[in-house]
């Protein structure tokens, strides 16, 4: 096999090229592991993180499929624990005006959590985050009673963003040919992190079984009636909104400071960068909806007609 990246050890390159792969609609080769499909060097890091990772029981993970409301909900946890850690932290000196939010909390996966980097997070809890579909983290989880939130999206919205995302950070056109390629393996689950029905089957049912454990949100209640939503993410983070807090407007607050409007007109968010993206790449319309806008009434029935079958008898409705 033809496996160039530094990154990726001898032994994983010996296991790619077992397992079934192929060159996905931006170009780039893909695998699938256990069930799921990722990049080469994400791979890599699915098996570092399922090597090394030592969870403690205060861990918090936010788990996403991408581009469904992870930037958002890192945004807002951070704030949550944030004030609920330090009341005395000044407005201005707030970590989420230095740093976008994807620099506060790192990918499990991505970022090499299992090595030295987590050191400095030394603090309880530690905030964590995954693309990685729950099937890959259960193993390393199995004897942790740490608290998952979830976030998903309507499926139709979250592929539109992804069209333009994958095109900003390639920097070529969203072009409808790409919009096609990227439908069609959405809608045969070979696309990175795919399948999506797997991802969203893994948290929910859990959520359901283990409700302590595992928070089961939506981007379009969060826009709908964010005022609930944050005081239930609150909630099941342990970190209650107090009566005195409410009126003193503290919800709103969190709420304004981790708006789209707000964080995307940071300096930070402006003209920072992680890894060589741009940060402003994670904020684009955030509406409900705009998949509307892109896709045809047939590309809508499709995937409508993949959701009624995959999650059928689930209790998951869209
Ligand atoms: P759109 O492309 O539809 O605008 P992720 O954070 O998982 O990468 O998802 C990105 C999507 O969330 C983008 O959607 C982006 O605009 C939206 N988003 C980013 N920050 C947000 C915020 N603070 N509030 C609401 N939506 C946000």
Redesign the pocket.
């Known amino acids: 096999a033809n496996i160039r990246d530094d990154k990726i050890s001898e032994e994983t390159k010996k296991l790619i090229s077992s397992l079934p792969s192929h060159t996905d609609s931006q170009g780039q080769k893909i695998c699938q592991y256990q069930g799921c499909w990722y990049y080469y060097n994400t791979l890599q890091g699915v098996l570092n993180f399922q090597r090394d990772f030592q969870p403690k029981d205060t861990d918090i993970i936010l788990a996403?499929?991408?581009?469904?409301?992870?930037?958002?909900?890192?945004?807002l946890t951070v704030a949550l624990l944030e004030r609920s850690m330090s009341d005395s932290s000044s407005d201005d000196d707030h970590p989420l005006l230095y740093d976008n939010p994807h620099g506060i909390v790192p990918f499990l996966e991505t970022d090499q959590c299992s090595s030295s980097n987590l050191a400095k997070f030394s603090a309880s809890p530690r905030l964590l985050s995954t693309h990685m579909p729950l099937q890959a983290m259960h193993e390393t989880l199995k004897n942790s009673s740490c608290k998952i939130v979830y976030?998903c999206?309507n499926v139709k919205?979250?592929l539109?963003?992804?069209w333009?995302?994958g095109s900003a950070v390639h920097k070529i056109e969203p072009t409808r040919s790409l919009l096609e390629s990227m439908f069609k393996s959405l809608c045969n689950g070979t696309n990175y992190y795919g399948p999506f029905w797997e991802h969203l089957l893994g948290y929910w049912r859990r959520s359901v079984e283990d409700p302590k454990h595992v928070l089961f949100m939506r981007?379009e209640e969060?826009?709908a009636e964010p005022h609930a939503q944050i005081k239930r993410l609150a909630n099941f983070l342990g970190c209650p909104f107090t009566k005195q807090e409410e009126d003193g407007g503290v919800v709103d607050k969190i709420l304004d400071l981790?708006?789209?409007r707000?964080?995307?007109s940071l300096e930070v968010n402006k003209t920072g960068k992680i890894k060589n993206m741009d940060h402003k790449f994670?904020?684009?319309?955030?509406?409900v909806g705009?998949s509307k806008n892109y896709l045809t009434p047939e590309m809508e029935n499709k995937i409508d007609m993949i959701i009624q079958e995959k999650l059928q008898g689930s209790g998951l409705k869209f």
């Open positions: 996403s499929y991408p581009k469904s409301g992870t930037t958002w909900l890192k945004a976030i999206r919205d979250m539109i963003s992804l333009f995302f981007y969060m826009k981790c708006s789209l707000n964080l995307s994670y904020f684009r319309k955030g509406e705009d």
